[in-house]
Structures are given as structure tokens and as C-alpha cells.
């Protein structure tokens, strides 16, 4: 009896062990993380999963989110310096587009992997979203159509920087084929025209105050058009590409492999469409006949009814304001645009406020020029370039009276000038902060360090317009378009009818409006195919401003203290052809799928 | 001849007392708890050096509280958890951490046993794969009670201090350096004058380390320990006490604290017999540790005296020494950090039980007995720090920001805190019919750990494991074992594996032919072969902030995110939370698997000479791995799957030949071990060229560019630009003086598809001791030898010790060895140059990792050396360690091999001590 007892406590002792295996290793107890079906399970969490989603799609092309750490694309694209030599666009200025990426970037001027985790996260909000139990059904419509938006928002960018790129519909299985390879430039047009015409259908109008920051329907139409845009410019609207791909088959991913007029006339019906929402839903190009409130109100103000949509970001210290913000009140990372001072290759863009033409200094000056010349010339200068630049010598325009943004108050100077360097003429006494440092998007900003990024202003539709119906070969509506633009900032009307002449006319509208913006300058002259990108705007020579100060002059030096002042080229940059589009990373080349773009 | 007792105890977790011994047939090295304590260490891993074949121990810094030694078992088998201390830690049968073993006091341990192959691991699962340091405590012995006292006292000094260059040789080569980036026209920084004060001693040249470092630190431990029992009742007691300082040159005050240690530990081990069939052992173990230092990172004081050159300012600006220099550029005035911004004060508590029950159940069957067992073992971390903040000045000018203040104490926090409760049930048999001899058991061990952090919050694990081992006439031994181990890392369907394991043995020294043979007392022949497996894994590493350590790869785990922000609403919007996924799910994650070979032989011969050898082979596979294949637009998320495959083969030989003449006795013993690892697969991208990848190669290979010498003169055209005959570097314009690399692909570009191997792995291959025993009359010698071969150090991963003047860097001896050339002052070295020319810019091309910076990092120590006499029950001894080290890393660059990343020295140690036994 006594043994038989022993057998059983053996035994249960065992069996008591091995019973407990299953809830011994169950679900993992973690903390503070979530898997997916907890993120799908309620409202509150599957908004933190569409918020990642705008907050990792939207930023496409801004400090912050190209993938190079430091520096805006205008440091690569002529608006101004290049930075710091630790800075992705000192490197990029110095030896190009390379495969292997620089400064955080996987290739070029972006990461290209990155994109694809970033509409993965999206698709993922896409498929799973109605598990959610306590949404409506109307809430999960508009969310899949947000959804749709921000996957056609990323590769509306990586249309223009790539050309086709493979197309992704859903999040990948291991099941899937994982072997498709790069679509062409027909069925990226296709294929993201589709996505913003089923997020329209199910985005609304407009939203509600609390909701502002989140892609309404224009938006949605703004994506269209501004890819319709691009695919009916020169690069590839094009019977041949700008290189040839290795494998001539491949053209088609580059370009069209026809050069059509008609897609001008697809990308003038895709603006007019965004016209029309935006009469319906109250947002409009703000003209008050006061060029520098409106311009600086329409690119500074959150919220204000130009802007179609915006990075909502209304947190100091990050990686915009520090590329950004030039003003002392950024103090935490200032070495981030102290080298970034504005080009002269920018500043004669601008028009004198009456519409005529600035004289500046030009290199091979027998003489430099006197300082009273710089200030009669900033006096004369156009609204919208005192409302981006804070110019040397002379205090920030955009936050009147408050010393921050004030000569007196920029402790850093801002602008190429040194005491008594006169002798220094025609070479550069500085190298780095040019004319002036940036205050574009700060009106009336004060101390706060944020801004909203515009990632669609309504100047941008009636430019796109202008531009397309010049070259469908109506030139009324060109200037009628252009016009609106022009005029908002105080400018006399242009009257331009010669096809060739008002392209540049509206090319250098863009540069205007557009300073610093999306890398417009970037990407656009790429796709204008302009000849001179190799010569000042992307390559070649980048020239900066010099002052001379007069001896015994107080720091930070005003303008009045200004002796001489010459233009002298800064540096020089690199370009290839090869750099009309970006390489991808030479990692994913070698995976064995993807081709490569020419000249990489 | 001497029968050998087959003691394989599996309750308390395989104790096997070396291959050697033993009728096992495991590979497995074993050393007493009395060879650890001749090493003075307040970290127990570096008495470990040297003394077991099969385990490669790197010393660990003298950096009290961060001071332990890198272990490895047979070298790098995978590079799944691919660095040091992968092996699993048990003592006394349940497993701890490698900050446990660190502080387990050397009097409280009676035997340390590294497991190696197959038959030795087979029990252990998951915990097996990568080898097993097994670790018995002190038990208490039958008979009259003994108390052992020992006191001991060490003077401790750095082994090797790297000195950078005085101010006057700075200076010379700065002036080279600055020259160089002008365009190759000398314009120097220094005058003339300025030089002259530097070489007169008249301008400012202070040595950092000098200012830092003072003599020496010292060492001081004492312990008790009482031992004894009647057959019913065992007990051994330790009480310890440790107390440590540094050469750190700050005296302890309210104001400042030295790096300094002390240790308090207690240990009492149990055993009772109870109404015959029960055996109950009780074992408490605590410990409390404070550690104090200095307000003020170690490393990052380390990396400023590397980098903060010798003239930039004397310690204080004034005569009167009270205001701190400092610049902007050298705002951390290394004696400023370590006397004047306070200090800071960390208390660790340890408590282990464990409680074991053994049933003896010859009733049911003669030799059955079940055995239960329980441990639970708690660590704490907490402390406090007294900052205060010392105003910096420049020729009587303030030049920072920072102000002098009195010293403020924060709030007594945590550092976080852990606990595992383990508990184990084993039925075994162990009995004789006839000539055969059979043990089996069966098992399970339970384990759950918790402690702080997103992942490693919770960590179970269940081993289920058993084995029969049958001997027939003490000649014949044959085992089969097994683990079936489940995981909780790993989807349901996953989590459980079987790993099993089949071994022989034949003791050829019992056959009748040998039997009586004066020549062979002992000659035995292993084989083993099974599978075991490894449940954690680095890859997940590359999810910064969250890494899982391969944990729970099997469903999609979202992570707040913390990068940037979202808004939403008019004017200034409201923040949004945002939840991002972090890896792509896996549900078919798995524990790595590792099948493992091994044979060996064990002698003993003449009475005089004892050998034992091990060859093995180890196929990992399954290794999880970051799948660097997916393609990019598959959303570029982590996706971890088990693709990686790796192979190890090597051997171990060990040896010692020991005797006696009158009142002379001697022991001469050495060993050698080798271990190579092969990657066979890790999802490597294939590179452009097949020479540039890493696969095929041994884990850690360093891959590089091969430097070809410098760029002469000739090289370049009258305009500066490199002859477009020779390959054109991507790295940036080169001039004269830079490194020149070879074109391996000749496409006529010097890019990253030129790299290939540089060098060995950090890992050293091989690893080898020799030691010598004297004894005469009282008097006793002994010392012991220890190096390792066949890896490599990058000096570049030593920036700021290597690169001169870069980033206002500093210059060190190697950097006199550069490339320059200006005739007019003299100075031209274009034929004997070893380092590129200097220059004081940021130079892509010259620092890359190349064949120029890759060094051998192999070395031969004398790591301990100890001279005692003993007299009745007293024994005196004097003892160093790390007394002198043999390297061409230390001879050619002034680096010790163990200690050449620039962080606290390694130790060099004399010890004097007193034994009493009562």
C-alpha cells in the first residue's frame, strides 16, 4: 500500500509538471507594446496606426525624411549653400548622386527603402482596419481612402525622383511574388491617378477644425495633378530618354517613349479638377492686395485656405526647424543651417517689387560695388523675397519688432561679411551664408521653432496651370493663370505671349514661389529638362555674395556698415546627366530585380 | 588499478568532474574553486584565464563595476548570439546570468566545468549550443569542523597606458598637418618661438593620464569559512568581504569619490539526511555591493584624456589653482571631471535560496530515487548622485556657459531589478546487475525569468530531458540522452524541439592486455554526436530601441513611436499618438540547431603524464537571420527567418606531467586549443565581387580595402590632379601622402567592391596556457603563461588614438610615421612612411577601414605568478598577475592586445596574502 502511494506521488508529480507546459509558455507578456490585433481592436489604437501613417508618408522630401540627415534639396539644387562638410548635400555637391547613398540616405538625395516601409504601413491600415469593432463603417470607408491617398502621396514622389518604380497593392506575404520588377512610366501614371480617384470618391470635402491635417479630396486631386504634371514635362514626355537604359527595353521606365502633347492637356483637366473642389470647399490663392501679408500669411499660417494640405507639425525641435529655422531662436542646433546662406543663383531670381529687372553684382566685375547699392537694391527688391529671406544687414520682415528676427539680434551675422577684407575682391571672404539666411514660413512666428511644411498651396495648381496651357499652346490661360500667381505679389501682369519666352517666365515663377519648397527647384528643373542644369542650378557654379565691412563696425554688422559688396563663386558643384533621376541603392541592385537607372 | 566511480549526478544539473576523471564520455575541462582564488579580481570571470582548455577568456578592463572577462566556448560556433558569452551559466544545477557569475565570490565555488561537446550539452536544450559553464558551490564535508581564514592584500596598476605626444612633437606635427592641407606649402600653425617654449618646457604640457590616473589602486578581500558535519547534517559558511579602489587620482570626500568597490556576501550551504530515505539540501547565498565613482562617465573620460592634446591648457587657468581651464573645444577638464562635478553611488543586492529534496525509493526499486528542487534568485540595482558643476575659464575668461555650484544630491532611484524562479523534478536509477552498470533519469526543469524592459520581461522556458547510460565492465560505457525543450519565444507548433544525443566511451585501460601495465594507468576513447539548439539571437538587434533578443518574432508588434510627430486640427493642432509596426511577423521562428561531433582520447601514462585531447566538428543551421534578400518595396520591415548556417571544427589538447623526488614535487602543464568557424550562409546580398564577402569567411573576418603604400609626388599632374593612369579613388580628391589602395577588380575605381579580407576576426582562433607547479619542503612556485593567436584589431576602432589632429584630435607615436615631405624645411619621409600624411580635416579617403589600420592582435601573457610558504597551518604567499605581456601590438604601437579600444586599462596586480586553517 505504502508503494503504491510512492507511485502515485511520482506520478502526479509528473503529470502536475507537463499539465502546466501550455500555460508555462503561453503568449508572451510584454510590456508597453501592442501586436496587431491589439492595434485593430479599438478606435483610439487604430488612429495611433493611421497617425504613424501620416507622419511617416508625408514628410517625403524634407529634413527629417530624404534620408540624408542633414540639409533641404535646395542645398542641392542652387537656392543655397551646401552645408556643413558632414552635411549629405556638402557630399552630394562634391561628388553627386552615388548608389551608395551618404549621410543616412541608401542611394542619392533619398531612401528608397524606406518609402516601401512606409506604404507598407499603410497598406497594412488598409486591409486591416475592419476588424476594428467600434468604428462605423463610414469612419473605416474614409479611413481606407486615407489610406489610398498616403500610398499614392509616397509614390507620386518616388515617381518624379525614380521613374517607375515596382507597384505594390497590398502588404507582401512570403507566398507572394517577390520578383516583379519596375513599372513603367505609363503604368505609374495609371496606377497612381487610380488610387487618388478612388481616395477622392471616399475622402471628404473638407474636415471639421478638429480634424484639420488629415487628406481631404483636394488633396487627393493635388496628388493627381501633380503627377500629371510631371508626366507631361519634357523628361519623360519624351520619345527618348535622357540616357539610355543598358537594355534599351527599358526605356520605358524612364520615359514615355513618345513625346504627346495630349498629356498636357490630361494634366490641365486634373488641375481645372482641383479648381473646382476648391471653389466648393472655400480654399482659394489669398490675395488681399497686400503682396507680403498674402504671400507670407499663404506659406507661414497653419491652417490658412491656400494651403490644400500641410505637414501638420507643430513640435519644436525637430529635424525641419533645424534645417530651417535660421533664427537665434533656434539655439539647439545651429551648426545645422549656419552654412546654408542663400545663393546668388536664387536672388536674381526675384523681380524688383515693380516688375522690372534687379542689377546685381556679376563675377568678372572690374570693381566691387558700394554698399549703398545693396541696400537701394533690397529696397527695391519684390515682397515675396523679403518674406523668404532675412537679407544681410537688414532685420527678418516677417516678425516685425521683435529682436529675434532682427539684425541687432542675429548673433550669428548671417550673411558673407567681414571687417576690412576689401583686398579680398573678386575671390569670397566666405564661403557659406551668402546674401542672406532663410525666414520663409515664420511669418509672424515669434519664438516658436515649428512650421507647417506646405505640401499643396493653391499657387501651385494656378502655376501648374499656367505652365500646361502654354504648352497645349493656349497662352491666354497660360497668362490668365500665371497672372493670378504674379500679380498676388504685387507684380505688374505679364504679357508674354511667345511660347519659349513664357516657359521661362513661369519656370522662374516657380523658383520664386516655391523657394524651399518640396524641392520644387530640385525636381522640377530635372524634369524641365533645363539646359542650364548643370550650370547653376543643380551643378556648376554656386556663387554667394561677399561683403566688405567697414573697419570698426559693430557685430552683428548692419547694413549701413556695409563698404563693398561683389558676387564670387563659392564653390562648385558636381552634376551627370545620370542625376536627372536618382540612382537606387547599388544593396538592391545587387539582390538581382531591379534595374538600375542609366549612368549609375 | 583504481576504479573509476561513475558519478553522473543530473539533479543538480550534469556534474561531471572532467573528462578526465570520470567514466563519462563528454568533453569537458574542469578546474577547483582554489585555482580561481589565486587571482585578485572583484570579477570572478578573469580568474578564469587560462585554466580550461576549450574556453577563450579575454580579460576584462580594470573599470570596477564594468570589469568582466569575454568568455567563449570553442570560439564563435554562430553568429546567431555572435560575440562573447553566449555559453548558459548554471550553478548548482539552475542557470544565472553572466552578471552572477561576475560576482560569485572564488571562496564559495568548488569547481568550475566548461561543457563542450555533444554528450556534455545534451541535457540543456536550448541552453546548450553555444557550451555550458557549470559551477558546483562548496558542500559541507563529514568530520571535525574546519574554519579557513584568509586575508589578502593587492596593489593594482594599469598594465599599459597608450601615451599620446607632448606638446612639442604635437606642435612639430601639427605644423605638418595644417601645411599639408594647404595645398602642400608650408604654413605653420606653431612659430618658431612657440616650439622652443614646448621643447624648453616652458609652454604648457600636461599629460593627461598623468593628471588623471595616480599611482596605483588597491585591492583588499578576507573571507571565513567554516565546513564540517555529522553524516546527518553538512554545513560549509562563507562570510566575505571585498573592498576595492582605483588609480583614479581623486581622494574620497563629500565632495569627490574614487572609483572604489566593496562586497559583502554570505553563503550557507546545507545538508541533511531525514528519516533515512530523504536527503535535503538547503543553500542561501547573498550578496550586497556598493560601488562608488565619480560623476562622470569612465568611458567618456577615457575617450576625452585620448583625444584632449597636451598643450591646449594646464589643469587650473590661475596660480592659485581654482578656476578649471576648459575651451569650447575642451569644455570636459579631464581632472575637472573626475574631482569636481560630484559623484555617483550604486548598491546591487543578490539573494539566491535554493532548497532541494531528494527521495531515495529502493522500496520500489533498488537505486530509484526522485529529486525535487526549487531556486529563486532576486538582483537589484539601485543608487543615487551627487552632482555639482565647476565654471570653465581661458587666459582668466569664462568660457562656457557652465557655472560653479555646490553639490546637490537627485533622488535615490532604481536601476531596475530581476527575478528567476526555476524549479526542477528528476526520477532516476542508478544500479548494478552483474558487470553492467546502468544510471537513467528523467527530467523536466522549469524556468521563468523576469526582469525590466520591453522584451526581456518575461523569459520561460520548460526542459523536459533524460537519459540512459549503460557500462559493462567498466570498459564498455554507451549513452543515449535527450532534451525535449519548449520556448516561449516562439509560436505554438514551434516552441517545443527535440535535441537528442548518442555517445560511447571504451576504457581501454581496464582490458585484461593493459590492465597491469606500469606504463598506462588510463586510456580512454570518446565519441559523441547529437543535436542542440540556441534560443537567442543578436539579429534582432537592428530594431534599435526594442531588440527582442529573437524573441517573438511570430506576430506583428507594434511600437510607439517616438520619431517626429503628428498634429491635427486648426492653428496649433493636437498631438497624435502613433503606433508603427516594428518587424514583420514570422510565425515560423524556430531555436537555432546545432549538431555537434566530437572524439577524444584521455591517459594518463607512467604515473607521471596526463593528456587528454578533443577534436570536434559543429554544423549550425536554422541560425535566425536578418533577411538582407527581401527586396526593398516587400516594405523594407525586419524580417527575421532561421537561413543561416555556420560550421566549427577545431581541437583541444591538454597535457601535464607531474612528479616527485624526496621533498621536491613539480607539474608542468600546458594546453592548446583551435577553433575555426566558417559562415556558410548569413543572407548576405551578394556583393559585386565574389572577394568582397563576408560568407565563406570566418565570423568577423574585418573586409577592407588593401593598402597599396602612399601616393608619392609623381603621382599627380602639375594641376594636382591624380594620373588618370592609376585607379581613381572614391574617396574624395586625393594628394600626395594619402593611402593608396589597390584596384582589386581593375575597373580603374577604388570603391567599396574592392574590399576583401584585412584581416582575422576580433575572435581569436587560438588559444593556449602553459603553466609550471614547484614545490620544496614549504616552499612553493607557481606560474602560468597565457596568450592567444590569430585575430585582429582595427585601430580605427581606437579613433581617437589613431587618427591624429582630425576633429581637433590628438597625436599619438604612431602618427610620427607619416607621410610628408617639405625639402626646405627638411623634412622628408616618402620612403620610410607608415602612416598617411597628416592633415587636420575630416578624410574620407585616408580612414577607411584598410589593410593599413588592421594589426595582429595576438599576445602571450604572464598572467599570474604566485611564491608561498607554508607552516603548520599558515601559508604566506606573494603573487602578480599580468606581470608582463608579449605582443607586437603592444611592441610596435604601445596597445595591449586586451586593452586597445581606449577604454580603462587592463590590470596588473600584486598580491600579498595569509591562509590560516584551524
Known sequence: MKKLYRIILVALAAVSMSACQSYFLEKPDTTGTVDSDAVYGSKKNATMALMACYRDVLLHGWPGDMGIGHCTLGAISGEVGRGYNWHGSYFISQSGLTVNGTDGSDAGADHYANNFKKIRECWALYEHIDECVDMTDAEKATIKAEAKALVAYRYMGMFYRYGGVPIVEGTFQASDDLSRGRATIAEMVEFISRLCDEAAEGLPTKWDDANIGRINKGAALSIKARVLQYAARPLFNSATPYLSMANAENNTMICYGNADKERWNAAIAANEAVLSWADAAGFYLIDSDNPFVDYATA????????????????????????FINCSPNQNSNRYDTDCSGVLTNMLENYYAADGTELSWPKIGDAAPRAGANWIANIAKIEPRALADIKFGGHDAMNNEGIYNWQNIGWSRGGYSADMDKGDVFPNAIDENKGCGERCKFYYKAGSRLWFEPPLFRMAEIYLNLAEAYNEYGNSAKALQ??????????????????????????????????????????????????????????????????????????????????????????????????????????????????VQNPGY | MKVFKHIVSLGAGLLIAGSMMAQTTAAVSTVSGEELYKVSSTSLTNALVGLLPGLTVVQGTGEIDNNGAQLLVRGVGSYGSGNYNSAKIFVDGFEVNMVYLNTLSPSEVESVSVLKDAAAVALYGERGANGVIVIKTKRGQEGPVSVKARVRYGVQTPSNINKPLDSYEYANLYNQAVSNDNGMSWAPAYSADQLAAYKSGKGVNVDWYDQVFKGAGNYADGDIIFNGGSKDAKFNVDLGYVNSSSFLNVENSDQAKNLGYQKFNLRANLDFNILKIFEVKVDLGGRIEFRNRPNYSISQLMQDVAKYPSNIYNVFDDEKGENFSGTAVYPNNPYGSITALGWNHAKYRNLQGNFSIKERLDDILEGLYLEESFSFNSHTASGFSKSKDYARYFNGERTTTNETTTITASGYGSNGMEDWKQGRVTLGYDGNIGKSHLTAMTGMHLSAYSGDGRFSYKYHYANWNGLASYSYDNRYVLDAMFSYFGNDAYAPGHQWAFYPTVAGAWIASNESFLKDSDAVQLLKFRASAGMSGAADSNATGVLSGYSTNGRYLFKDYYANSYIGAFYMGATSGTWQTTLVPMFKANPDAHAEKAMKYNVGVDAELFNHVRVSADAFLDKRSDILTLDNNVLGYLGKQYSFSNIGRMTSKGFEVAGAVFGKSGDFRFEVNGAVSYARNIIDEMSEVAPANYFNAQTGRPYGTIIGLMADGFYDVTDFDEAGNLNSSLPQPAFGSVQPGDVKYKDLDKNGLVDQNDVTAVGDSKFPEWSFNAGIKLAWKGFDFQALFQGVAACSVNLLDNWNQTVAFVDNGNAYPIAKGAWAYYPTENIDTRKTATYPRLTTQSNQNNYQTSSLWVKNGDFLKLRNVELGYNFKNVRLYLSGQNLFTISSLLKDYGLDPESCYGYYPTLKTYTFGLIMNF
Not at chain 1, 302 to 322: C, G, H, M, R
Not at chain 1, 517 to 544: L, P, Q, T, V
Not at chain 1, 558 to 584: G, K, Q, R
Open chain 1, 299 to 322: 506659406t507661414s499660417v497653419p491652417s490658412n485656405p491656400e494651403v490644400i494640405l500641410a505637414f501638420k507639425n507643430n513640435q519644436d525641435y525637430n529635424a525641419l526647424s533645424n
Open chain 1, 481 to 594: 493663370n500665371l497672372n493670378k500667381v504674379h500679380e498676388r505679389a504685387g507684380l505688374p501682369a505679364i504679357r508674354e505671349t511667345d511660347q519659349a519666352k513664357l516657359r521661362q517666365i513661369i519656370q522662374r515663377e516657380y523658383y520664386i514661389e516655391f523657394f524651399q519648397e518640396n524641392g520644387n527647384r530640385y525636381f522640377a528643373s530635372k524634369h524641365w529638362k533645363r539646359e542650364d542644369i548643370g550650370n547653376g542650378i543643380c551643378g556648376g557654379a554656386m556663387r554667394m555674395l561677399q561683403f566688405n565691412i567697414k573697419a570698426g563696425s559693430q557685430w552683428p554688422y548692419a547694413a549701413s556698415t556695409i563698404d563693398t559688396y561683389w558676387d564670387a563663386v563659392a564653390y562648385n558643384s558636381f552634376w551627370s546627366p545620370a542625376m536627372f533621376l536618382e540612382p537606387f541603392p547599388q544593396s538592391e541592385i545587387n539582390k538581382g530585380t531591379l
